[in-house]
């Protein structure tokens, strides 16, 4: 190959590990001479399981493939979107001009615990920092992670109710100095000595515990302190115990995380709380989607994720100011293509095929979906969304459907009612194209999601013995999404708390299976809904769904549909079950008695079209809910025993195939919008050393690195 010739990359999928592999090679200095860069995907959309669409039959509503949003501890991911909007310079006054305007910081979550039979609300205020949400090289290790939550501790105690309650003790106030005491052995740890943090944790639980126990029962302020601190100081004994500041946080792997707290003297009451289930329920660890099953989380994935979670950037959580496509997915695509990374959309992978030695990848063969009325202009995907918020002015966003003017198939396509990013869509291919890698592309990064990979490549798993257990051990679930636009307010229909600066109902620890609950109402001002009929209130759910017969062939193209209505089932009986616990006004009874004490009452909802005709529970079919049931669109998952499973970016066994996607080993190996870049960055550096250093994949366990012949 010329020196002076660019390398052909070919990126397959359109998440975000796929697009954080091009912004980091397209923006590498010298990138345009050295790189040909094409993102291939399926549909008319980019993100993946990111993806937003707005629908115009529904007020330019935002419909979302469940609740996302980023902890502050998104190091990688909190860099680059700052470096996206620098990049993007989008004029002052333009909605979501700046990181800052685009994003808003959340310091508290919602826990919600089941006691004598009812509900108590356990909302966890989180204190800010002064730490630059866009500088990861402030949170670099895990003896900075550990101080971390020593600091978050201190603080807790310091501020939580129960306070008072701890100080009538004799043996509490003993205990309460002792905390305090721990944050002396900070620098000893630092330097490398945690044998007087180690000590002094033991000392402290030995008499925090006999002293508290018998006090925790009925108090519910004294009784979530006392899970706090049990919960965060057996997970640091137990890391200083294990030695995982020097043998990392892997071979914890095969044991359950649940497990390994009883090794280190967890008590059931914490271990069972809903501070130690909301990793697994936020990441949809249970297996075969099914919550009527323990989660089962590997150990070390789960401390690795917990302690960075509580390890934070200025506030605990960022959330988005519009969609998650429309606030992320859409300026790194409006980057790219400034940078000169092209898109090929409407290209589904229908194979990648091995060299006939098995040792290169030969072939990639799509199946083109549509073809462009003008294929010089190439597809336009955004449409300039008018926000009444920003006085009419417009910010890009994904439309929910194809834009179908500008396809030569567009009209058949709208006619037949579609949906071609399904796996069981009746709508067939219009033609093939074969991508011959070593002369169309030099190097092929694969960041489609694993689930996909027993269809998409099963001469590769046949050829690499490394491949089927990956793909067996790593496995996906199925997950399901609800959001519900309501014409009163969360106040006005029992929230049982006063929001403060940054509070909001935001937990993953409700009733299962759609534990997961967020109050999205400020998004309803960058929506677009009549005067009339302008929603006051909007709730997402969330969770997992159970699946345990093998999904029927992609020929069964009514499967998606009988899903869609399970979940519609679900959701009817989710909100008669459980509204009443979480808005107590919300019930049939307390809006138009007498009626369910417990149940939803739907006549909130709102409902655009034949208001005042439709009635009940008939209203639910004007909002949005979705099963996640795609090859590429199921949750990844990290049980016991799967990490060792993990390929890294560079050891894909194909010598021009690199691996990206949260599937891949990224050291945190935990699905997420922050595993996904992490395994986009690995496969940068894997591509392009250069580009970017295994340093620069915060997070990253150095050690891991790999060897230089494996570039």
């Given at each position: 190959m010329?020196?002076?010739?660019?390398?052909?990359?070919a990126?397959l999928g359109?998440?975000?590990?796929?697009l954080?592999?091009?912004?980091?090679?397209?923006?590498?200095?010298?990138?345009?001479?050295?790189?040909?860069?094409?993102?291939?995907?399926?549909?008319?959309?980019?993100?993946?399981?990111?993806?937003?669409g707005?629908?115009?039959?529904?007020g330019?509503?935002?419909?979302?493939?469940?609740?996302h949003?980023?902890?502050?501890?998104?190091?990688?991911?909190?860099?680059?979107?700052?470096?996206?909007?620098?990049?993007?310079?989008?004029?002052?006054?333009?909605?979501?001009?700046?990181?800052?305007?685009?994003?808003?910081?959340?310091?508290?979550?919602?826990?919600?615990?089941?006691?004598?039979?009812?509900?108590?609300?356990?909302?966890?205020?989180?204190p800010?920092?002064?730490?630059e949400?866009?500088?990861?090289?402030?949170?670099?290790?895990?003896?900075?992670?550990?101080?971390?939550?020593?600091?978050?501790l201190?603080?807790?105690?310091?501020q939580?109710?129960?306070?008072?309650?701890?100080?009538?003790?004799?043996q509490?106030?003993?205990?309460?100095?002792?905390?305090?005491?721990?944050?002396a052995?900070?620098?000893?740890?630092?330097?490398?000595?945690?044998?007087?943090?180690?000590?002094?944790?033991e000392?402290?639980?030995?008499?925090?515990?006999?002293?508290?126990?018998?006090?925790?029962?009925?108090?519910?302020?004294?009784r979530?302190?006392?899970i706090?601190?049990?919960?965060?100081?057996?997970?640091?004994?137990?890391i200083?115990?294990?030695?995982?500041?020097?043998?990392?946080?892997?071979?914890?792997?095969?044991?359950?995380?649940?497990d390994?707290?009883?090794r280190?003297?967890?008590?059931?009451?914490?271990?069972?709380?809903?501070?130690?289930?909301?990793?697994?329920?936020?990441s949809?660890?249970?297996?075969?989607?099914?919550?009527?099953?323990?989660?089962?989380?590997?150990?070390?994935?789960?401390?690795?994720?917990?302690?960075?979670?509580?390890?934070?950037?200025?506030?605990?959580?960022?959330?988005?100011?519009?969609?998650?496509?429309d606030?992320?997915?859409?300026?790194?695509?409006?980057?790219?293509?400034?940078l000169?990374?092209?898109?090929?959309?409407f290209?589904?992978?229908?194979?990648?095929?091995?060299?006939?030695?098995?040792?290169?990848?030969?072939?990639?063969?799509?199946?083109?979906?549509?073809?462009?009325?003008d294929p010089?202009a190439?597809?336009?995907?955004?449409?300039?969304l008018?926000l009444?918020?920003?006085?009419?002015?417009?910010?890009?966003?994904?439309?929910?459907?194809?834009?179908?003017?500008?396809?030569v198939?567009?009209?058949?396509?709208?006619a037949?009612?579609?949906?071609i990013?399904?796996?069981?869509?009746?709508w067939?291919?219009?033609?093939?194209?074969?991508?011959?890698?070593?002369?169309?592309a030099?190097?092929?990064?694969?960041?489609?999601?694993?689930?996909?990979?027993?269809?998409?490549?099963?001469?590769?798993?046949a050829?690499?013995?490394n491949?089927?257990?990956?793909?067996?051990?790593?496995?996906?679930?199925?997950?399901?999404?609800?959001?519900i636009?309501?014409?009163?307010?969360l106040?006005?229909?029992?929230?049982?708390?006063?929001?403060?600066?940054?509070?909001?109902l935001?937990?993953?620890t409700?009733?299962?299976?759609?534990?997961?609950?967020?109050?999205?109402?400020?998004?309803?001002?960058?929506?677009?809904?009549?005067?009339?009929?302008t929603?006051?209130?909007?709730?997402?759910?969330?969770?997992?769904?159970?699946?345990?017969?093998?999904?029927?062939?992609?020929?069964?193209?009514?499967?998606?549909?009988?899903?869609?209505?399970?979940?519609?089932?679900?959701?009817q009986?989710?909100?008669q079950?459980?509204?009443?616990?979480?808005?107590?006004?919300?019930?049939?009874?307390?809006?138009?008695?007498?009626?369910?004490?417990?149940?939803?009452?739907?006549?909130?909802l709102?409902?655009?079209?034949?208001?005042?005709?439709?009635?009940?529970?008939?209203?639910?079919?004007?909002?949005?809910?979705?099963p996640?049931?795609?090859?590429?669109?199921?949750?990844?998952?990290?049980?016991?025993?799967?990490t060792?499973?993990r390929?890294?970016?560079?050891?894909s066994?194909?010598?021009?195939?690199?691996?990206?996607?949260?599937?891949?080993?990224?050291?945190?190996?935990?699905?997420?919008?922050?595993?996904?870049?992490?395994?986009?960055?690995?496969?940068?550096?894997?591509?392009?050393?250069?580009?970017m250093?295994?340093?620069?994949v915060?997070?990253?366990?150095?050690?891991?690195?790999?060897?230089?012949?494996?570039?």
């Amino acid at each position: 190959m010329s020196e002076t010739r660019k390398k052909k990359i070919a990126i397959l999928g359109g998440g975000v590990a796929a697009l954080t592999s091009a912004f980091y090679l397209a923006s590498r200095p010298g990138a345009a001479d050295m790189y040909d860069i094409t993102v291939y995907s399926i549909g008319w959309r980019l993100g993946g399981k990111c993806a937003t669409g707005r629908n115009p039959d529904f007020g330019q509503r935002i419909e979302e493939h469940g609740i996302h949003g980023f902890l502050g501890s998104y190091y990688n991911t909190l860099s680059m979107m700052t470096e996206c909007y620098d990049m993007l310079g989008r004029p002052a006054g333009q909605p979501l001009a700046t990181f800052q305007e685009a994003f808003y910081p959340v310091d508290s979550i919602l826990c919600w615990e089941f006691r004598n039979y009812g509900w108590v609300n356990w909302p966890i205020n989180v204190p800010r920092n002064s730490l630059e949400p866009w500088d990861p090289t402030s949170m670099p290790t895990l003896q900075h992670w550990i101080t971390a939550i020593v600091k978050f501790l201190n603080h807790f105690a310091d501020q939580h109710p129960a306070g008072s309650t701890l100080m009538e003790n004799i043996q509490l106030k003993a205990a309460g100095a002792m905390l305090k005491g721990l944050s002396a052995h900070m620098e000893a740890m630092t330097r490398g000595d945690a044998g007087p943090l180690q000590k002094g944790i033991e000392q402290f639980l030995d008499v925090f515990k006999k002293a508290a126990e018998g006090l925790v029962v009925n108090n519910d302020p004294l009784r979530h302190l006392y899970i706090t601190i049990d919960y965060f100081l057996t997970m640091l004994r137990g890391i200083l115990a294990d030695d995982v500041l020097n043998k990392g946080f892997d071979f914890l792997d095969d044991e359950n995380f649940s497990d390994w707290f009883a090794r280190h003297g967890g008590s059931m009451l914490m271990i069972s709380s809903p501070l130690s289930l909301n990793t697994p329920n936020l990441s949809y660890q249970y297996p075969d989607g099914d919550t009527t099953r323990p989660p089962a989380m590997a150990a070390g994935a789960y401390l690795h994720w917990t302690l960075r979670e509580f390890a934070y950037l200025g506030s605990f959580g960022w959330l988005f100011a519009a969609g998650t496509g429309d606030t992320v997915v859409a300026p790194l695509y409006q980057v790219l293509k400034r940078l000169g990374v092209k898109f090929e959309l409407f290209h589904k992978v229908r194979e990648i095929t091995a060299t006939p030695d098995g040792k290169g990848v030969d072939e990639v063969v799509f199946d083109i979906q549509a073809t462009l009325k003008d294929p010089a202009a190439g597809y336009e995907p955004l449409i300039d969304l008018p926000l009444k918020a920003y006085g009419g002015k417009t910010l890009p966003v994904w439309p929910d459907r194809p834009l179908y003017d500008q396809l030569v198939q567009g009209e058949a396509m709208k006619a037949a009612k579609v949906d071609i990013e399904s796996y069981w869509t009746p709508w067939k291919p219009v033609a093939e194209k074969r991508l011959k890698v070593g002369r169309e592309a030099d190097t092929v990064i694969c960041a489609i999601s694993i689930g996909a990979l027993p269809i998409l490549a099963p001469q590769l798993m046949a050829a690499n013995p490394n491949w089927p257990p990956m793909v067996d051990k790593i496995k996906t679930v199925q997950t399901q999404t609800l959001q519900i636009w309501m014409n009163r307010t969360l106040k006005d229909m029992g929230l049982p708390f006063e929001y403060k600066n940054y509070d909001r109902l935001i937990g993953a620890t409700f009733v299962n299976p759609i534990d997961g609950v967020a109050d999205f109402t400020d998004l309803i001002p960058v929506e677009d809904w009549p005067d009339d009929h302008t929603p006051k209130s909007l709730l997402y759910f969330s969770g997992a769904a159970p699946q345990y017969d093998a999904q029927p062939p992609f020929s069964d193209h009514d499967y998606p549909v009988r899903e869609k209505a399970r979940v519609k089932a679900q959701a009817q009986q989710y909100l008669q079950a459980c509204m009443g616990a979480l808005l107590p006004k919300s019930t049939t009874n307390a809006v138009n008695p007498p009626g369910d004490q417990i149940g939803f009452d739907f006549g909130q909802l709102v409902c655009p079209y034949d208001d005042a005709k439709t009635l009940g529970v008939a209203r639910l079919g004007q909002q949005f809910w979705k099963p996640n049931i795609d090859p590429t669109e199921r949750y990844v998952t990290s049980p016991p025993g799967s990490t060792k499973y993990r390929l890294k970016a560079w050891d894909s066994g194909f010598a021009n195939l690199v691996i990206a996607g949260d599937w891949i080993y990224t050291g945190l190996n935990v699905g997420s919008f922050e595993g996904a870049c992490m395994g986009g960055k690995l496969a940068v550096h894997a591509v392009d050393p250069a580009a970017m250093p295994l340093d620069k994949v915060y997070g990253y366990p150095l050690n891991k690195g790999p060897k230089a012949e494996n570039l």
